[in-house]
Every structure is written in C-alpha cells, then in structure tokens.
Nanobody
Framework: QVHLVESGGGLVQAGGSLRLSCAAS????????MAWFRQAPGKEREFVAAISWSDGSTYYADSVKGRYTISRDNAKNTVYLQMNSLKPEDTAVYYC????????????????WGQGTQVTVSP
C-alpha cells in the first residue's frame, strides 16, 4: 500500500503561481508512474499531468501544457506540480495518484490516491 499526501494548495489571483507537492510513503518501490488529476465542482475528475518514476518522462493535458510542470525527487519520494499563469478555470481539488508496474495513462486507473488539496484562482 502506498500512502500519498498532497500539500501546497491555496488561493491565488489569476496569473499567479503555486507549487503542489505529493509525498509518497509505504511500498513505494513498486510505484512506476505518478500523476496529478483535478476535479472542479460538478465536474468529473480529469487528468492533468504524469511522470515516469524511472526515466522522468512526462505527459500533460492540453489545457495545462506550457503552464504546468511535473517533476520528481526520487530521494524524497516526492512529486511536484509547478503551476504558472493560473486561470480561474484551474480552480479545483487537485489529487496525486500513483500506479505500480505500468506506464503513464490519462485514465483513472491508478492504484493509490491522495486526499486532495484545494486550489482556488480568483479573477
């Protein structure tokens, strides 16, 4: 079992930046892919970005490409999401997710999920 804890959410004005962190603990040695999803009120959870734990390859949703950057620190078992040029439509609860022994997917097929952290972008 992998335990994921997100942090770094908050309230920011449009155009601002935030950095989210996701600390992983437990049986992390099997984790191969980490990702960020988000869910706005009344909407389905959607893929934001993902990173391969081994080689650092990344993949982004079109809506955040060029504004968000996902990265990892293997020594700290932590994944980050740097969010720049934030827009009001980025407002959502952001979730960290991990999957074992499989590559990047944009679907919800991840084994472990964090509790989420709220990001609110004001106009």
């Amino acid at each position: 079992q992998v335990h994921l804890v997100e942090s770094g959410g908050g309230l920011v004005q449009a155009g601002g930046s935030l950095r989210l962190s996701c600390a992983a603990s437990g049986r992390t040695f099997r984790t191969s892919t980490m990702a960020w999803f988000r869910q706005a009120p009344g909407k389905e959870r959607e893929f934001v970005a993902a990173i391969s734990w081994s080689d650092g390859s990344t993949y982004y949703a079109d809506s955040v490409k060029g504004r968000y950057t996902i990265s990892r620190d293997n020594a700290k078992n932590t994944v980050y999401l740097q969010m720049n040029s934030l827009k009001p439509e980025d407002t959502a609860v952001y979730y960290c997710a991990g999957r074992s022994n499989r590559g990047i997917t944009t679907t919800l097929e991840y084994d472990s999920w964090g509790q989420g952290t709220q990001v609110t972008v004001s106009p």
